[in-house]
């Protein structure tokens, strides 16, 4: 019996890739002679290489499941794609078989070698890069990478910090490994991989999106130095507690145009809420009022503590992808493309 898994909706793809540790995809066609002839291939690698909830090889038709072909940018088949942790690692278009099996067989020794290893949350291997400070919820996966980095805006930050693309780097905060929240930057003009508010403990930061998105959850990671003395306390920046969220703005809210504009939603964190190792908190959103989401206003409002700013270390959004824009006409790729 074949171990393959063929998609039979969005919601069925999107838990396999929170299930399992790899996920390799065929996107194929009925009529594509490529995808034919390179299927008896395939389905040996997933006889060889299938293992419950460490690596599984699916099968998705671009002609009955295209909401899935469009969320990925499917534009020709045979195309292959190949997920760690929820993030897709690797795309190979055509029907490559020796390329195929070599990026296969390396991602499942790698997945084999990660579950013999701890860490923190889900932050992976250098191979995929990707740091993950909490859970997915089941269902759901990692869609920052949808996020258009050259839209992002952030208001009252310390400039002598890092920027704005730093809260999107996909790796480990640094200051996971100094063990104080004080971090490391590399190079003499390397800046810190976290931001801090300025003037005072609001910062606003907007996010547009290169697809449609459903928006389930926020991770959000802060990992402030512990104080020494306790008399310092002001010193230390905050992690955020009061955040007002707005959903599909054309552009950034100023701080006192958002005060008068009703939040999509509003979320007060408490210091439980925080994971004690990795500095997440995971902000759970209303899903049904985060539907068709092409941008997000995360305004934070004020900080948990005495202190005069507000530090960001990382954020991630967890949810599904929709449809990208300009997607182009499905064609068929053969042996030399």
Known sequence: MSKTVQIESPAQFNALLSSSRVVVVDFYADWCGP???IAPVYEQLSAQLSRPNIVTFTKVNT???TQIAQSYGITAMPTFMIFKNGREVQKIRGARAKELSAAVQMLAAEADSDGNSGGFGEASSSTSGTWRGADLPRGYHDVSDQVDTRGLDLLNSDSELGGVRALFDAS?????????GKGKASGAEAKSDWVESDVDEQLMLYIPFQSMLKVHTIHLTSLPPKSED???DDEVPMRPKTIHIYSNRAHNLGFEEAEDIPSTQ???LAPGDWDEKTGTAKVELRFVKFQNVTSLVIFVVDGDGEGEKVRLDRVRIIGESGEKRDMGKLEKIGDDA
Do not use: M
Not at 172 to 180: A, E, T
């Open 35 to 37: 995808c034919k002839a």
């Open 63 to 65: 002609d009955t499941q």
């Open 172 to 180: 480990v905060p640094s200051s996971i490994g100094s063990g104080k």
């Open 230 to 232: 306790d008399d310092e």
């Open 266 to 268: 509003s979320i007060t």
